[in-house]
């Protein structure tokens, strides 16, 4: 069944739950040996595409675009195309890696320093026994020989999580997922740092008044450059809400 989704300055966002999401991820794709591109988009994310005409491209390549953000789903309640909710890439990865325990699936992890990949791994096999981490590998590596793939492709895991940043690990992904037979790949950030405990995420209070992203900036005063890109953002939503109401 096709996700509908919600455009928002050029880019299709799926209109759907996070718990919806997930049991069509698994429905559709990991049960059935499909593969799936996953990006989790904010505001940021948004802007970025719509300066950047290659990285547009790759967006337009993946499966599925999720609203990773409140920006995102403030934006589309302004632009009157109401979006359920947020669906962040740390709460999605969460899901399946649940999902992956229960079925016991397979699991890649590409990405982040050595010694956060290798503590993050050890936290997730203790928190999900049941699923199987095949491989892993830092964001430190040849990308013109492409062992990394190379690998992935013999290990066939049903999910691949890439933590190289934006834009690399959504370029990483659209260069290579047509030689993989199988699995869901999906761009998450800085969640390996969650994971291995090197960054706290926001407290649930902070998370459900959607004030997760002033916590990060508090914590981490050095993003507050990457934080200009949401006025920027609703600025450019505002134009589009003025230009669609003449």
């Not at 880019?11 to 698994?26: A, E, R």
Request: charged share 25%.
């Amino acid at each position: 069944m096709k996700i509908p989704t919600v455009e928002i300055l050029n880019v299709p966002f799926i209109n759907t739950t996070l718990n919806d999401f997930t049991n069509q991820l698994l429905n559709e794709h990991t049960l059935k040996s499909k593969k799936a591109f996953i990006v989790t988009a904010n505001p940021e994310i948004v802007m970025y595409a719509n300066q950047d005409s290659d990285y547009m491209k790759i967006l337009n390549k993946a499966d599925y675009i999720t609203p990773d953000g409140i920006g995102i789903v403030k934006a589309a309640n302004k632009l009157g195309k109401p979006l359920p909710e947020r669906v962040t890439g740390f709460d999605l990865m969460k899901d399946l890696l649940e999902k992956a325990d229960e079925y016991q699936m397979s699991v890649y992890l590409l990405g982040a320093k050595h010694e956060v990949i290798e503590e993050a791994k050890v936290n997730i096999e203790k928190t999900y026994p049941n699923l199987k981490i095949v491989g892993y590998h830092d964001g430190y590596f040849d990308w013109e020989t492409n062992k990394v793939a190379d690998e992935i492709d013999a290990l066939k895991p049903d999910f691949v999580f890439v933590a190289l940043g934006v834009p690399r690990q959504e370029k990483w992904i659209s260069q290579n997922i047509d030689r993989f037979q199988k699995g869901v790949f999906m761009g998450v950030g800085g969640c390996f740092d969650v994971w291995a405990g090197a960054v706290k995420r926001a407290p649930e209070f902070w998370q459900k008044v959607h004030l997760e992203w002033f916590y990060r900036l508090i914590n981490q005063p050095s993003r507050l450059g990457r934080m200009m890109a949401i006025p920027k953002f609703m600025m450019k939503i505002n134009k589009q809400k003025a230009k669609e109401r003449r």
